[in-house]
């Protein structure tokens, strides 16, 4: 179907911006893309839909295989799914980036209580509240055996956008395990920094 794209052997995020420079420079409406961890899977995936693609998968001997069409005009016309929030836009947009399960140093135990008290409190920022980006050991706090999982799947529910790194998760061997929120990629995040009102990194 239409160009391949062998992004095998890339690590984030070089699968999405291949794919990206597809649809922005060439405004390919068909294409495969092929890839080699469920993370790239998801990111592009996530992309092409973004963009108007309908996406089909497929999994070989470890290697997914996205077949992507589009019926409609592609290129920048679209917008990325970070800019898609049901926030009021009155309302200021707040970016936490979470990059430890630990909050402080000094003590790990203390670290991981205040990190899970802070994550309780989060839900003071109100409709503020934006976005929950999850880096390094702060997708631990994604899993099912998260002390703050309930919360977090609440603060979706609510609207709130969560999003743990794909290579994060691939890097601790939680991929599988992640419980709440989407697999994101370094363009994903770079992109709703820039879009946020206020990134408030927490570690």
């Known amino acids: 179907m239409g160009k391949i794209i062998n992004a095998c052997g890339l690590t984030c995020p070089a699968p999405v ?58 290129g920048n016309d679209s917008q990325p ?54 880096v390094n050991g702060g997708v631990k706090l994604t899993i099912g055996s998260s002390p703050v999982l309930q919360e977090l799947q609440e603060y979706e529910k609510s609207g709130v956008i969560i999003f743990a790194c794909g290579t994060c998760l691939e890097h601790f061997g939680l991929t599988a395990h992640k419980k709440v929120g989407g697999t994101t990629n370094m363009l994903d995040i770079v992109m709703a920094t820039q879009l946020a009102d206020k990134v408030i990194t927490i570690s």
Not at 43 to 61: A, C, I, M
Not at 110 to 133: A, F, H, N, P, R
């Open 17 to 74: 911006l291949l794919v990206k420079d597809s649809v922005e420079q060439n405004n390919d409406k068909e294409m495969t893309v092929l890839v080699d961890n469920g993370s790239s899977m998801e990111n592009v995936t996530r992309f092409l839909k973004s963009r108007g693609y309908t996406v089909t998968d497929s999994q070989e001997g470890g290697i997914f295989r996205l077949e992507a069409r589009c019926h409609q005009r592609v």
């Open 81 to 134: 799914e970070t800019k898609k929030v049901s926030r009021d836009t009155a309302t200021q947009k707040n970016l936490v980036l979470v990059t430890s399960d630990c909050l402080g140093s000094g003590d790990d135990v203390l670290g991981g209580k205040l990190m899970v008290s802070y994550l309780k409190t989060i839900k003071e920022m109100g409709t503020d509240l934006w976005q929950l980006i999850f």
